[in-house]
């Protein structure tokens, strides 16, 4: 099993940038690949990005595609997201999630979530 603790998140304006990050506990955490995923008041929470095992391959939702980076360091066990020109509608609670098989987009494929952590983008 893996615990996972997000941080980075807070309050910028619009058009400012943000990196998130997720550590993960233990010595496996090279066997999952990971994602990020977002969920804003009253909406469901959506798929933002996504990395594979080694980092070789990653995914983003059409929405923050070439805004944000999914990026990955095995030998510190964290992964990483890096957010430019950051629009209101950006605004959520950011979460990371691991699981032992490939990429996936849907939430409920992933075993392990961190707690979150807040981005407010004001205009």
């Known amino acids: 099993q893996v615990q996972l603790v997000e941080s980075g998140g807070g309050l910028v304006q619009a058009g400012g940038s943000l990196r998130l990050s997720c550590a993960a506990s233990g010595r496996t955490f090279s066997s999952y690949a990971m994602g990020w995923f977002r969920q804003a008041p009253g909406k469901e929470r959506e798929f933002v990005a996504g990395v594979s095992k080694r980092g070789g391959l990653t995914y983003y939702a059409d929405s923050v595609k070439r805004r944000f980076t999914i990026s990955r360091d095995n030998a510190k066990n964290t992964v990483y997201l890096q957010m430019h020109s950051l629009k209101p509608e950006d605004t959520a609670v950011y979460y990371c999630?691991?699981?032992?098989?490939?990429?996936?987009?849907?939430?409920?494929?992933?075993?392990?979530w961190g707690q979150g952590t807040q981005v407010t983008v004001s205009s």
């Open positions: 999630a691991a699981n032992d098989g490939m990429v996936r987009v849907t939430s409920t494929d992933y075993d392990y």
